[in-house]
């Protein structure tokens, strides 16, 4: 049985993945699990309205509450679930930071796939229910970061989505050292076949799951230079209302330079899966 | 009689194995590029190398050649998919043995180079526990293009239960856009008959196969096995224990077991039930057949017949002859190296494929781009044949070229409807050709970043009707064909040579001149005065006319009949001659520099090492309008030339060149990185000619660069070749004889191969410093070392050559 984590400290902020997290539930036929996490104890009632949630809004739901360190007891109870959704700031919200230190913490330091949901997120919503209509999925050809993105595109298979896979080559880097890497061709003796070819293979390769469905609209596209515009230009252009991104799991200097700028500049949904090594 | 097919000694096909997988390397995104890498063929039907038990992650793919489809999306011809003959799946009480399900002790598959057949070896153990030993060899003849045979031997190694085993033709594999399954049943054999929906084609599969046992009545030697083939395997990996040399092995005088064949839409399979015994090997041998009614009125009859005429040891009679042809074609193509025993691999490797490739090809149909070992390029034929196979193939197998020039002379009324359509006179042969030589190039194409691009090679890439030509004449000038010149040639050379016609121009310069077209560097489209299309044109005009004077001289009826057959008139002739030696060169003689295309000066430079490390080719990164702008070239263009005519040019010529144009090629074609090299190594730029040929050596290899899942690059393969041959050991084919200038890369030794020159085999050995010849034949030919040191060989005799401070001269 899977479940959605949904970790809210009562404010604003966090309160913002709320939808999106019942939203996933519902597509998911899976239940949410509200975790309160406060030093203040309420019960049901007195929590759902402190949070202007309606019962009846909720379908299969658990909440539970638990005071002390936030990052720590939402890695905790993130273990008996298959993905979290929570806002990227919470209670001492910082707008000026890409996310607060315990949205950070937690997507460092778990390999469960996190929907992260900022304040002044762009939520694409068809009766009240936040659905992905158009995704966009970059991968950098490496079959990890392919892997990895699997949770994502089990949630998609159950969508009708438009899915936009982004392959971005670029010059003056090497490629994944990894077995199993398949980038841009680099020879494209006749590209009136390459091409078809290329982007056939890709996508058996790295999106099985999507591939074989029919109804999946799967689209690859292939850009080149610095992936962090490219991906932000891609996607503003595109109007994707949902990101998936395999990452390394750390925010740490000189790392993840991608990821933070996406996370700064970008107002829909965005999944962050870590890379298990 | 047992064959080493299934003799369990098995040493016999470890002596050179390729390529080893380890369970730990099984990478199922990995698989298609090893379905690629092991692909089987004879020229006539080739299949990828998928695991037998067809995964998801597989793509099988037999390919017939020659059976071409439209295209229901577009205008063009596609090579059809066929049903796969190569599946087995193998069940233990009823569950199938399955590489993601079950655990792997042992899993690695190889190239037999010796027998031409590909192995794999499978040790895997149930969730009870239950061990099975399995290998499976499979091979396309090169014998009997029509045969196709695999042989699975099963050991159940811990325990005794009850196993079935379920081999056939797949149908699920085939195209059924263009094709309609028969559904045909014939006793006791597995058979597919099956019909195109849009033509008359049809073609007919049958698989017969015989059941036994062998029983090991010795204990076995426990392993390592040579100290070679244990460094083949994976760290950790155990053995197969099928694998074991000290075995002895008798077969048993009877097994009971159930047989049925089992026929439906998706396939149809032969499949046996029966209580293995611990230790015991079972032994299930198949030989498929498969005709069509392109080659043979009665496929069904044909196919049949086929099996009655081998026997009741169809598959060891099958296979026995396979053997004993690949091993005379191994002999007459190898090179051996030393030195380096990697670089050897890399050329056993492409030996392979280039083997396995042209067999049985040629006269109606020719080898895909390619090969048919994927679906990329939808099998069709490019000049990549002519310029990076046939060298291959004219030197070590004429017979071979014979045929692919065939296969060009078949499609000449489809050239010359092309050129009709154009408006130009004579024959102009698709860019992209399939069987009837029609174009079959898209118009255009959708670029992964969103962007349409138009296709123009085929409307203006013409120097593709000048290669062949020239292909025609290297063939012609190797073995003197006077058969093959006089009823086949002379057309093609004469037809193109009016095509040439049709292309030039007079200017006001009172030089002829060709304009807006595409040359080998793609990315620069409607150019004026390509250097290499004009001096193509200028040789084909050169050729067409020496033609017609020896068959005016020695042919005279023929060539009366040949000039009524296609109105050849004396005053078209005449023309030839006037006009070559006028063609625009683009040459400066105060550089030394030949222009790549007139206004190709005047373009932006870029400097390309400033993109390196780069995963995609420059105009993608650059943009088409920008490369389109830019002094940066797709490949070889004039470099091309001059390495097909390398007699004509002197090293200074060469060398200004290479210098000029390799720093600014982006090497986007996989055809590429072999010309630099062979041109590298006749400047004596052996480091840099190394690297190109490790380079090129690896396109597929490695797969460094994604595009090998859709088929191997048979053309960069035929490149691997050349790199030795006409590079290293500097072979230039000219009107008089061979040319040797050896230059050897530093970690090689040696090298050893032998060539086919005016019906005589040429076997040549050289070093760094030392150049041995061995005439086999009945006539002498010409072999000159560096510039004209011309010498008259005498058959049956040695011949030795030294190289004394970078000048090679003969040791009398």
Same mark, same amino acid.
């Given at each position: 049985?899977?479940?959605?984590?949904?970790?809210?400290?009562?404010?604003?902020?966090?309160?913002?993945?709320?939808? !999106?997290?019942?939203?996933?539930?519902?597509?998911?036929?899976?239940?949410?699990?509200?975790?309160?996490?406060?030093?203040?104890?309420?019960?049901?009632?007195?929590?759902?309205?402190?949070?202007?949630?309606?019962?009846?809004?909720?379908?299969?739901?658990?909440?539970?509450?638990?005071?002390?360190?936030?990052?720590?007891?939402?890695?905790?109870?993130?273990?008996?679930?298959?993905? #979290?959704?929570?806002?990227?700031?919470?209670?001492?919200? /910082?707008?000026?930071?890409?996310?607060?230190?315990?949205?950070?913490?937690?997507?460092?330091?778990?390999?469960?796939?996190?929907?992260?949901?900022?304040?002044?997120?762009?939520?694409?919503? +068809?009766? /009240?229910?936040?659905?992905?209509?158009?995704?966009?999925?970059?991968?950098?050809?490496?079959?990890?970061?392919?892997?990895?993105?699997?949770?994502?595109?089990?949630?998609?298979?159950?969508?009708?989505?438009?899915?936009?896979?982004?392959?971005?080559?670029?010059?003056?880097?090497?490629?994944?050292?990894?077995?199993?890497?398949?980038?841009?061709?680099?020879?494209? /003796?006749?590209?009136?076949?390459?091409?078809?070819?290329?982007?056939?293979?890709?996508?058996?390769?790295?999106?099985?799951?999507?591939?074989?469905?029919?109804?999946?609209?799967?689209?690859?596209?292939?850009?080149?230079?610095?992936?962090?515009?490219?991906?932000?230009?891609?996607?503003?252009?595109?109007?994707?209302?949902?990101?998936?991104?395999?990452?390394?799991?750390?925010?740490?200097?000189?790392?993840?330079?991608?990821?933070?700028?996406?996370?700064?500049?970008?107002?829909?949904?965005?999944?962050?899966?870590?890379?298990?090594? | 009689?047992?064959?080493?097919?299934?003799?369990?000694?098995?040493?016999?096909? @470890?002596?050179?194995?390729?390529?080893?997988?380890?369970?730990?390397?099984?990478?199922?995104?990995?698989?298609?590029?090893?379905?690629?890498?092991?692909?089987?063929?004879?020229?006539?039907?080739?299949?990828?190398?998928?695991?037998?038990?067809?995964?998801?992650?597989?793509?099988?793919?037999?390919?017939?050649?020659?059976?071409?489809?439209?295209?229901?999306?577009?205008?063009?011809?596609?090579?059809?998919? #066929?049903?796969?003959?190569?599946?087995?799946?193998?069940?233990? *009480?009823?569950? +199938?043995? /399955?590489?993601?399900?079950?655990?792997?002790?042992?899993?690695?598959?190889?190239?037999?180079?010796?027998?031409?057949?590909?192995?794999?070896?499978?040790?895997?153990?149930?969730?009870?526990?239950?061990?099975?030993?399995?290998?499976?060899?499979?091979?396309?003849?090169?014998?009997?293009?029509?045969?196709?045979?695999?042989?699975?031997?099963?050991?159940?190694?811990?325990?005794?239960?009850?196993?079935?085993?379920?081999?056939?033709?797949?149908?699920?594999?085939?195209?059924?856009?263009?094709?309609?399954?028969?559904?045909?049943?014939?006793?006791?054999?597995?058979?597919?008959?099956?019909?195109?929906?849009?033509?008359?084609?049809?073609?007919?599969?049958?698989?017969?196969?015989?059941?036994?046992?062998?029983?090991?009545?010795?204990?076995?030697?426990?392993?390592?096995?040579?100290?070679?083939?244990?460094?083949?395997?994976?760290?950790?990996?155990?053995?197969?224990?099928?694998?074991?040399?000290?075995?002895?092995?008798?077969?048993?005088?009877?097994?009971?077991?159930?047989?049925?064949?089992?026929?439906?839409?998706?396939?149809?399979?032969?499949?046996?039930?029966?209580?293995?015994?611990?230790?015991?090997?079972?032994?299930?041998?198949?030989?498929?057949?498969?005709?069509?009614?392109?080659?043979? !009125?009665? !496929?069904?009859?044909?196919?049949?017949?086929?099996?009655?005429?081998?026997?009741?040891?169809?598959?060891?009679?099958?296979?026995?002859?396979?053997?004993?042809?690949?091993?005379?074609?191994?002999?007459? @193509?190898?090179?051996?190296?030393?030195?380096?025993?990697?670089?050897?691999?890399?050329?056993?490797?492409?030996?392979?494929?280039?083997?396995?490739?042209?067999?049985? @090809?040629?006269?109606?149909?020719?080898?895909?781009?390619?090969?048919?070992?994927?679906?990329?390029?939808?099998?069709?034929?490019?000049?990549?044949?002519?310029?990076?196979?046939?060298?291959?193939?004219?030197?070590?197998?004429?017979?071979?070229?014979?045929?692919?020039?065939?296969?060009?002379?078949?499609?000449?009324?489809?050239?010359?409807?092309?050129?009709?359509?154009?408006?130009?006179?004579?024959?102009?042969?698709?860019?992209?050709?399939?069987?009837?030589?029609?174009?079959?190039?898209?118009?255009?194409?959708?670029?992964?970043?969103?962007?349409?691009?138009?296709?123009?090679?085929?409307?203006?890439?013409?120097?593709?009707?000048?290669?062949?030509?020239?292909?025609?004449?290297?063939?012609?000038?190797?073995? *003197?064909?006077?058969?093959?010149?006089?009823?086949?040639?002379?057309?093609?050379?004469?037809?193109?040579?009016?095509?040439?016609?049709?292309?030039?121009?007079?200017?006001?310069?009172?030089?002829?001149?060709?304009?807006?077209?595409?040359?080998?560097?793609?990315?620069?489209?409607?150019?004026?005065?390509?250097?290499?299309?004009?001096?193509?044109?200028?040789?084909?005009?050169?050729?067409?006319?020496?033609?017609?004077?020896?068959?005016?001289?020695?042919?005279?009826?023929?060539?009366?009949?040949?000039?009524?057959?296609?109105?050849?008139?004396?005053?078209?002739?005449?023309?030839?001659?006037?006009?070559?030696?006028?063609?625009?060169?683009?040459?400066?003689?105060?550089?030394?520099?030949?222009?790549?295309?007139?206004?190709?000066?005047?373009?932006?430079?870029?400097?390309?090492?400033?993109?390196?490390?780069?995963?995609?080719?420059?105009?993608?990164?650059?943009?088409?309008?920008?490369?389109?702008?830019?002094?940066?070239?797709? +490949?070889?263009?004039?470099?091309?030339?001059?390495?097909?005519?390398?007699?004509?040019?002197?090293?200074?010529?060469?060398?200004?060149?290479?210098?000029?144009?390799?720093?600014?090629?982006?090497?986007?074609?996989?055809?590429?990185?072999?010309?630099? @090299?062979?041109?590298?190594?006749?400047?004596?730029?052996?480091?840099?000619?190394?690297?190109?040929?490790?380079?090129?050596?690896?396109?597929?290899?490695?797969?460094?660069?994604?595009?090998?899942?859709?088929?191997?690059?048979?053309?960069?393969?035929?490149?691997?070749?050349?790199?030795?041959?006409?590079?290293?050991?500097?072979?230039?084919?000219?009107?008089?004889?061979?040319?040797?200038?050896?230059?050897?890369?530093?970690?090689?030794?040696?090298?050893?191969?032998?060539?086919?020159?005016?019906?005589?085999?040429?076997?040549?050995?050289?070093?760094?410093?030392?150049?041995?010849?061995?005439?086999?034949?009945?006539?002498?030919?010409?072999?000159?070392?560096?510039?004209?040191?011309?010498?008259?060989?005498?058959?049956?005799?040695?011949?030795?050559?030294?190289?004394?401070?970078?000048?090679?001269?003969?040791?009398?």
């Amino acid at each position: 049985m899977k479940k959605i984590l949904l970790p809210l400290d009562g404010s604003e902020a966090s309160l913002k993945a709320f939808m !999106p997290a019942k939203s996933l539930a519902e597509l998911l036929e899976t239940t949410l699990c509200i975790l309160h996490i406060s030093e203040e104890k309420l019960n049901q009632d007195a929590f759902l309205k402190k949070l202007g949630i309606k019962k009846e809004d909720l379908k299969c739901y658990i909440i539970s509450h638990k005071a002390g360190d936030p990052a720590k007891i939402i890695l905790e109870e993130s273990e008996q679930c298959d993905y #979290i959704v929570m806002g990227t700031h919470g209670e001492t919200c /910082d707008t000026t930071q890409k996310a607060g230190s315990v949205a950070i913490k937690v997507v460092e330091n778990t390999y469960k796939p996190v929907l992260l949901i900022k304040p002044d997120v762009e939520l694409s919503c +068809q009766n /009240d229910k936040w659905i992905p209509q158009k995704v966009l999925i970059p991968l950098n050809g490496a079959p990890n970061s392919a892997q990895a993105l699997l949770p994502a595109m089990n949630i998609l298979v159950k969508t009708t989505a438009e899915i936009d896979l982004l392959h971005i080559s670029s010059h003056k880097a090497e490629p994944p050292k990894e077995e199993g890497v398949f980038t841009a061709p680099y020879y494209e /003796d006749y590209p009136q076949h390459e091409w078809n070819s290329w982007s056939k293979e890709f996508m058996r390769r790295f999106c099985p799951i999507l591939h074989n469905h029919n109804h999946i609209n799967l689209k690859l596209s292939l850009s080149h230079g610095n992936p962090a515009e490219e991906i932000l230009n891609f996607a503003r252009e595109n109007k994707n209302d949902f990101i998936a991104i395999a990452w390394h799991g750390t925010f740490s200097h000189l790392r993840a330079s991608t990821l933070k700028r996406v996370l700064s500049e970008c107002t829909c949904p965005i999944m962050l899966i870590k890379i298990m090594t | 009689m047992d064959i080493i097919f299934f003799d369990l000694n098995l040493s016999k096909f @470890s002596v050179k194995p390729y390529y080893s997988l380890s369970e730990k390397s099984y990478l199922p995104v990995n698989e298609r590029d090893i379905e690629t890498l092991f692909s089987m063929g004879n020229g006539y039907i080739g299949a990828r190398n998928s695991l037998e038990e067809f995964y998801p992650q597989s793509t099988p793919g037999t390919f017939l050649a020659g059976f071409y489809e439209k295209d229901i999306y577009n205008d063009f011809n596609i090579l059809v998919k #066929i049903p796969d003959w190569t599946s087995i799946k193998i069940f233990v *009480e009823d569950e +199938q043995l /399955d590489l993601t399900k079950n655990e792997t002790l042992f899993h690695r598959r190889y190239i037999d180079f010796n027998n031409g057949c590909v192995v794999r070896e499978w040790q895997c153990a149930d969730n009870l526990g239950r061990i099975t030993g399995i290998k499976i060899i499979k091979f396309i003849s090169v014998s009997n293009k029509h045969e196709l045979g695999k042989c699975v031997l099963i050991k159940p190694e811990n325990y005794t239960g009850n196993l079935k085993v379920l081999s056939g033709i797949d149908c699920n594999t085939a195209d059924f856009n263009y094709l309609i399954n028969q559904n045909l049943s014939i006793g006791s054999h597995a058979s597919v008959q099956m019909k195109s929906k849009f033509s008359d084609k049809e073609f007919m599969m049958l698989q017969k196969s015989v059941f036994s046992c062998i029983d090991n009545i010795l204990s076995p030697t426990p392993y390592p096995l040579s100290q070679e083939r244990g460094q083949m395997v994976g760290e950790g990996a155990s053995p197969p224990p099928l694998d074991t040399p000290k075995f002895k092995f008798e077969l048993s005088s009877s097994i009971e077991f159930n047989y049925q064949t089992i026929n439906n839409f998706g396939g149809s399979f032969e499949e046996w039930k029966w209580l293995a015994e611990a230790g015991k090997i079972y032994n299930i041998k198949s030989l498929t057949t498969i005709y069509n009614n392109m080659d043979t !009125p009665n !496929p069904k009859e044909a196919a049949q017949e086929n099996f009655l005429e081998l026997g009741n040891n169809f598959f060891e009679s099958g296979a026995q002859k396979h053997v004993e042809k690949w091993l005379s074609r191994w002999n007459e @193509s190898v090179v051996k190296i030393t030195g380096s025993e990697c670089d050897q691999k890399y050329i056993d490797f492409a030996l392979y494929h280039l083997i396995i490739s042209g067999e049985f @090809s040629g006269d109606r149909y020719s080898i895909p781009a390619r090969n048919l070992s994927g679906e990329a390029y939808k099998g069709h034929v490019f000049w990549d044949t002519e310029m990076f196979l046939l060298p291959f193939f004219t030197y070590t197998k004429p017979e071979i070229a014979r045929k692919l020039l065939l296969y060009r002379y078949n499609t000449l009324d489809g050239a010359r409807q092309h050129a009709r359509e154009e408006g130009f006179k004579g024959a102009s042969f698709a860019w992209e050709s399939t069987d009837t030589g029609r174009e079959m190039t898209p118009s255009h194409v959708i670029l992964p970043n969103g962007n349409v691009i138009y296709i123009l090679s085929g409307q203006y890439e013409n120097h593709i009707s000048s290669d062949i030509a020239y292909a025609v004449w290297k063939y012609w000038q190797a073995t *003197e064909d006077m058969e093959f010149l006089v009823n086949y040639g002379a057309e093609i050379l004469f037809e193109t040579a009016r095509f040439c016609e049709s292309l030039i121009s007079l200017e006001d310069d009172g030089i002829y001149h060709i304009l807006t077209v595409i040359g080998p560097d793609e990315y620069h489209e409607k150019i004026n005065d390509n250097a290499y299309t004009n001096y193509l044109v200028r040789h084909n005009l050169e050729i067409a006319l020496q033609s017609f004077e020896f068959m005016e001289n020695n042919y005279s009826e023929e060539l009366l009949l040949l000039k009524k057959k296609i109105s050849l008139k004396n005053s078209e002739v005449k023309n030839w001659k006037n006009y070559a030696g006028k063609i625009y060169s683009g040459f400066d003689e105060k550089t030394g520099l030949f222009e790549q295309f007139k206004g190709f000066y005047e373009l932006e430079y870029v400097d390309l090492r400033r993109f390196e490390p780069r995963t995609a080719p420059m105009d993608i990164i650059f943009g088409s309008e920008k490369t389109k702008k830019s002094q940066v070239i797709k +490949q070889a263009d004039v470099l091309m030339f001059l390495y097909l005519f390398g007699e004509n040019f002197s090293e200074d010529i060469v060398r200004k060149n290479y210098e000029f144009y390799e720093s600014k090629t982006g090497h986007g074609s996989s055809l590429s990185p072999s010309i630099h @090299s062979i041109i590298a190594a006749r400047i004596g730029k052996i480091d840099e000619a190394y690297k190109y040929f490790i380079k090129n050596a690896k396109i597929d290899l490695n797969d460094e660069f994604g595009n090998s899942a859709g088929g191997i690059h048979i053309a960069s393969l035929g490149g691997v070749w050349m790199s030795v041959v006409m590079g290293f050991a500097g072979m230039y084919p000219v009107d008089k004889g061979l040319i040797f200038n050896p230059k050897l890369p530093e970690e090689w030794e040696s090298i050893e191969f032998s060539i086919k020159w005016k019906g005589q085999d040429l076997k040549v050995n050289l070093n760094k410093e030392e150049i041995n010849f061995t005439l086999s034949g009945d006539k002498n030919i010409f072999v000159g070392l560096g510039n004209n040191n011309w010498k008259e060989l005498e058959s049956n005799k040695n011949y030795i050559g030294t190289r004394i401070q970078e000048i090679w001269n003969w040791k009398d």
